[in-house]
């Protein structure tokens, strides 16, 4: 699958990037009570194959949705119960995003797995909006 918009050519470029998908993601939250949902940070890694979608400018049909959520989201339930880290709604969201490109196959496995170590050691800098110097 192509992308419309580059991915980031750096595990630095990343980490402002899941902020800015992150906070984009967040702003749904006062609409949850819209639909008569209640929704959280803790919900928001529901979120990110739609806003890595998206970011990288692809079209949002049932087939792309599908590669997206499936990756992001049955690798998130079999991997939630023994990584504590993904209790964090921020770091739970950024292995959702990461997922999903790798569903989109847009990044490979490797990529995919040194991508969420980095993520994890710098994940204060997301949470902090530090990540935002890297731009």
Aim: glycine share 6%; with cysteine.
């Amino acid at each position: 699958m192509k992308a419309k918009r580059k991915i980031p050519s750096t595990k630095a470029l990343w980490l402002p990037e899941i902020e800015a998908a992150y906070k984009d993601a967040k702003a749904a939250i006062p609409f949850g009570y819209a639909v008569g949902s209640k929704i959280t940070e803790h919900d928001l890694f529901q979120m990110a194959p739609s806003v890595c979608l998206k970011f990288r400018g692809i079209k949002n049909t049932e087939t792309t949705r599908k590669k997206a959520t499936d990756a992001a989201l049955t690798s998130y339930v079999a991997n939630k119960d023994m990584n504590p880290i993904l209790i964090d709604p921020h770091m739970a969201f950024a292995f959702c995003y990461i997922l999903s490109h790798y569903g989109l196959e847009l990044i490979g496995e490797a990529e995919g797995e040194e991508l969420l170590c980095y993520i994890e050691d710098n994940l204060e800098k997301i949470k902090s909006g530090e990540s935002s110097i890297y731009f």
